[in-house]
């Protein structure tokens, strides 16, 4: 559990989780060009939630594809989906 809550802790990879919570697979382009992030940055935080186990990768051609982990255990999703959803209602109060 430390793992998985030190991988969230950062917002860039909070961020990046949202985007990639939806269940499709993302190129680290895009997720570089959403949270205006340099590629050797984006490529740090996403190893870091690739390590914690939240994200899986596959390489297509020069670029990196991540998703959702499909084998996270039901009570780290849990975890995730309570800090997005809390997150997100924070960001609607704020504006």
């Keep these: 559990m430390q793992e998985i809550l030190t991988a969230i802790s950062d917002p860039t990879r909070r ?3 949202a985007i990639l919570w939806d269940g499709g697979e993302h190129c680290v382009c895009e997720l570089m060009e959403t949270l205006d992030a340099s590629q050797s940055r984006m490529s740090r935080h996403m190893k ?3 390590q914690a186990g939240l994200v899986v990768d596959r390489r297509d051609a020069q670029w ?3 998703r959702r982990n499909p084998d996270l255990a039901p009570e780290f999703a849990a975890v995730i ?3 997005l959803a809390a997150e997100g209602k924070l960001e609607r109060k704020v504006a």
Excluded: K, P
């Design 48 to 50: 870091t939630l690739r």
């Design 81 to 83: 989906d309570a800090v």
């Design 15 to 17: 961020a990046a989780l």
């Design 64 to 66: 990196v594809r991540y």
